[in-house]
């Protein structure tokens, strides 16, 4: 009798640890800490969904996110370029701090990543696809193991179908199949090895990034597209030598939307997967792009510009977060957010600590619980003037900063990237210099350094998205004021740059 009672209460106990097990990682218990998915695409612009009125690309999956969780309507890329974006998605900061001036450039080894912190949590830490803050390989200083993933299968730039991938550091290796799909069968597979742990995935698409390349079935998708369009011809990289080309802009979009449409496709895979698993409420999918649309994708827009600039159009980006547990219905929010915010807002959630250091991004939480109808901090923009920087004084050893993962683009003579970051040792006042800009509340300042010297414009973005009327004579001391936080923020940076904060 008395084996028999221990026998029941050994398999109680069981049973409770079995249970409390799967309560932490899918939620099952509502207080227990949610699952995180960080999913970006590249190049991917604010009007190039279904949701926001694109009136060809077809992406259902993300409609219906938007249908059913928070739309952040004016959510904003921290630059108006991939590297730099990344970076602030990262760290919280903003990438000026640490090096990441533009495409090409790598992050710091002494940077505090969102993957650490939530490691130390006792979260599952797992990147997807493309990284593009310094090499993948396994002696890079910042491949994505030393920024705290446990397990990487990445890219050190951007790929098509049948990538070229490096798992954990190792040799490179092809993986059959459509791009989007591969790293989400990766995603899928790191979940599965997370055990009780809740899990942190960042998934960073290569899509849509050019050169374009699709499926088929995709490609079928968009062969009706309007005839003035091969009117019009962009250059781009040819899918068949890495080197520039000049196409008919109907082929070249039609390819584009079909790499838009099979990244919504993988979504759509990996949220039927969550829910199959019972692991879709309390998981967080936050998705976005890096930045906006290239002159290769543009078809029409009523934003301002392009990628590689600080007007709407390079930097105002979709933005998504669905989170069936915390949001139950539709929210259109016009809160102003970026890319930086990740950090602060993840580490609210779960309770971790901020870094000690200069957070640019903020906690996005009360938006989350509706309690946010406004953001207390401007949201800064700058492109640094990188002919300031010495090149001569490398941030890392050069033969770290050569990556392996092979391109289709030729670039630089390669068709493999490697990466730059340098020290700033003394901060001069040509340093402030650079297109820059800042946005609070409706108001939005523009300065632009030029030979012909400086230009300064105002708009309100809430009633003039599309920047077309430059209000600042009429408003000289709005601008002035924004003007000054910008210069202070800028100061800040620059200390930053300097290294100060690793001291």
């Avoid at 992406?59 to 952040?72: I, K, R, W």
């Avoid at 490691?119 to 705290?148: C, D, I, Q, R």
Wanted: with cysteine; net charge negative; proline share 6%.
């Amino acid at each position: 009798m008395k084996g028999r009672i221990q026998l029941i209460r050994a398999l109680t106990i069981c049973s409770i640890l079995l249970i409390s097990c799967k309560n932490n990682r899918d939620g099952g218990n509502s207080k227990s800490r949610p699952n995180i998915i960080l999913i970006m695409g590249d190049d991917h612009g604010y009007e190039e969904t279904g949701y926001n009125g694109h009136p060809f690309i077809k992406t259902p999956v993300l409609d219906e996110m938007a249908e059913h969780g928070l739309v952040l309507d004016r959510f904003y890329s921290a630059h108006p370029s991939c590297s730099p974006t990344r970076g602030s998605v990262i760290t919280g900061r903003h990438p000026n701090r640490y090096g990441t001036l533009s495409a090409g450039y790598s992050i710091r080894p002494e940077e505090i990543s969102i993957a650490q912190l939530l490691k130390k949590a006792g979260y599952s830490t797992g990147h997807f696809g493309k990284w593009h803050l310094g090499p993948v390989k396994e002696e890079s200083p910042t491949n994505p193991g030393a920024m705290g993933f446990d397990t990487w299968v990445s890219h050190d730039n951007f790929f098509e179908l049948n990538p070229v991938l490096s798992r954990n550091g190792g040799e490179p290796e092809k993986f059959e199949g459509e791009g989007s799909k591969v790293i989400v069968d990766e995603t899928i597979s790191f979940i599965e090895k997370s055990d009780e742990n809740p899990f942190f995935a960042v998934i960073w698409f290569a899509s849509p990034h050019e050169p374009y390349e699709g499926l088929p079935e995709d490609l079928a998708l968009y062969d009706d597209l309007p005839d003035s369009l091969s009117q019009k011809h962009f250059s781009l990289t040819s899918m068949k030598t890495g080197r520039r080309v000049t196409r008919p802009q109907d082929s070249v979009l039609r390819e584009r939307y079909a790499e838009i449409t099979a990244m919504d496709r993988a979504i759509g895979q990996l949220r039927d997967y969550l829910s199959s698993n019972e692991l879709k409420d309390n998981t967080l999918i936050w998705y976005c792009g890096d930045n906006g649309i290239p002159p290769s994708g543009i078809q029409y827009s009523k934003l301002h510009s392009l990628k590689g600039t600080i007007y709407e159009g390079g930097t105002k980006v979709p933005g998504i977060i669905e989170w069936p547990s915390v949001i139950d219905k539709k929210t259109v929010s016009n809160v102003n957010a970026v890319t930086s915010d990740m950090l602060p807002t993840l580490c609210e959630l779960v309770g971790v600590p901020l870094p000690n250091r200069p957070i640019d991004g903020v906690s996005l939480v009360p938006l989350l619980k509706g309690k946010m109808d406004r953001r207390n901090e401007p949201v800064c923009f700058w492109i640094f003037d990188r002919n300031h920087m010495d090149k001569s004084n490398p941030y890392i050893e050069e033969h770290l900063q050569m990556g392996n993962t092979p391109l289709v683009k030729l670039m630089g003579g390669s068709y493999f990237r490697s990466f730059e970051n340098y020290r700033l040792n003394e901060v001069l006042d040509q340093d402030y210099s650079g297109d820059r800009s800042i946005i609070d509340g409706d108001n939005k300042l523009i300065i632009k350094d030029s030979d012909e010297g400086t230009k300064k414009e105002l708009f309100n973005i809430s009633s003039d998205p599309g920047e077309r009327m430059n209000i600042i004579s009429s408003h000289p001391e709005i601008a002035k004021k924004l003007e000054q936080q910008l210069v202070d923020w800028q100061q800040s940076v620059l200390q930053s740059l300097s290294e100060k904060d690793y001291n």
